[in-house]
Each structure stands twice: as C-alpha cells, then as structure tokens.
C-alpha cells in the first residue's frame, strides 16, 4: 500500500492532458490515466514510471458513454486505489454549425465536455470530504469568457459553464470547511497540441501570429499552482489574461461584434 495520492487525468493521451501527466508525475504523484487510446496510454505510463518511479493505472475509456464515469471509478477501487485529484481535460471541438451537424454528435459533445467532468466530479468529492484534501481542475478555455461564435456552437457555453462550475465547488468547499478541498477552472486560449488536427482548423490558426500561441507547459504550471493555492480560476499567460479582461470590459454588442468578425479565423462552419 503507497501513500503517495492519485491524479485522475481524463484525455490523457496526448496534449494539456499528457503535459498535467508528466507535471504531476514530476511532482510524486501517481497517475490513473484514461482516453480512448489506450496504445498512447501505455507509452506514456511506462515512460512516467521508468522516470519518476511512480505508479499508473491505464484505462482506456470513451466518455461519451453513459456508463464511463463509473467504469473509470470503479477499476481504480479495484486497483485499491482512491482519487484524490482529477483534471478534467478531456475534450474536443465539433466542426460545424447547429443547423448542420446532428444531435447524437451534439450529445456526446456534451457528454464528454459537461456531463462526464461534473458527474465525476460529484462521485469523488464525498471521499475527498472524508479525507478533508482534494485537488479538482476543469480544463476550461478563454472561450469560456467571450460570446458565442458562428460554428463550435456549444464550446463557449459549455466553457463558460465549466468556469461557474467550477467557482461554485470552490465556494462551497470553502463554506464547508473544507480548506483543503480546491477546485479551479484553467483558461488557456490557443495552445499548441492536437486540438486544432483532430477539429479540422489547423489551416486556419496556422495563419493566426505566433504571440497569439503558448506551449502546453506553462499552461499545465498555471494549472496545477493555481489550484494548489487555492484560486478558482486561472488564465495563464500575459496576452490571455490582456484578452480575458478586455471581454469583461467590451459591451455586450460590440464584443458579439468583434466575435462575429473574427471567428472565421479560428472556426470550422463547414
């Protein structure tokens, strides 16, 4: 029986979710790692265990299924294990407008992106309570601060929803008395990694500046300190930040405005 703690990380596979593997893996922590390909999962436990001498325990698992969340849970129990820390990564962008894409697709968009990361959350939180430490973050998005765009019709809103989500579990850790249970929404914009492959715009935000642009890393750092230190939110990065704030200063009309103009840039309405 170990008593290093466990990190539970959802689209762990590749990307921010491969990053937040090797930080926390870095950091002592040993790992449950799942996603739907389960070959990538391997590479990278083994790579982690051989470097940190940790733990990891693969599990390859679609989230848009219903049953995902307690297939997950329950072969960590199995394991002997207990969570006591989750990203949220998990993830995607569905190409398209509402008005031409079909609403299984939109469901599991929601599922994966919604419904999974919340029902996992409020699964693991009671044992968290009980052992009075918990470390939560959803893996939000810049999008989450602006208005909705022409095409990846649910993105902003399911972000924007992961942000509050994630403020309230926040506040009411902290109402609880849970001082050591902390929950934060991480904000990055436009992050170098497979998001942009697997949506089909990489063409598109190719040709957007490179400033515009941070390395999955530091996004990662900003995460895992910001949680620790008990902040709900973090936007990591000086020109995410400049971004975020003018969303919240802009008028609603003329931040739709700018949004609307814009989106073609980094939006697939195909």
């Not at 790692?33 to 940190?52: G, M, S």
């Not at 199995?78 to 190409?95: I, M």
């Not at 009671?126 to 649910?154: C, D, K, Q, W, Y």
Request: net charge neutral; glycine share 8%; hydrophobic share 45%.
């Amino acid at each position: 029986m170990t008593d290093r703690k466990l990190m539970l990380i959802t689209g762990a596979s590749a990307g921010i979710g491969a990053e937040f593997a090797r930080q926390y893996a870095a950091l002592g922590w040993d790992l449950a790692l799942t996603a739907r390909r389960a070959d990538r999962l391997d590479l990278l436990a083994r790579e982690l265990e051989d470097k940190h001498e940790i733990a990891t325990i693969v599990i390859a698992q679609d989230l848009a299924k219903a049953t995902s969340v307690d297939t997950i849970l329950k072969e960590i129990k199995a394991a002997g294990r207990q969570v006591d820390g989750v990203v949220n990564n998990a993830g995607y962008g569905l190409p398209g407008t509402f008005f031409n894409t079909k609403w299984k697709d939109q469901a599991a968009f929601l599922r994966v992106l919604y419904t999974a990361p919340i029902e996992l959350t409020h699964k693991v939180l009671p044992g968290m309570a009980e052992r009075g430490f918990g470390r939560i973050i959803n893996v939000a998005s810049l999008a989450g601060f602006t208005p909705g765009s022409n095409g990846h019709t649910l993105y902003a809103s399911v972000k924007s929803g992961m942000i509050k989500f994630s403020e309230s579990i926040h506040a009411e850790a902290a109402a609880a008395g849970h001082e050591d249970i902390h929950c934060t929404a991480l904000c990055p914009g436009f992050t170098w990694s497979e998001f942009h492959d697997v949506n089909g715009t990489r063409d598109k935000t190719n040709e957007m500046p490179e400033w515009m642009w941070m390395e999955s890393a530091p996004v990662v750092e900003a995460g895992i300190e910001a949680c620790d230190a008990g902040r709900p939110v973090v936007v990591p990065g000086a020109v995410n930040k400049g971004l975020a704030t003018l969303s919240k200063l802009l008028p609603d009309p003329l931040a739709r405005m700018v949004v609307a103009g814009q989106s073609k840039r980094f939006r697939n309405t195909d």
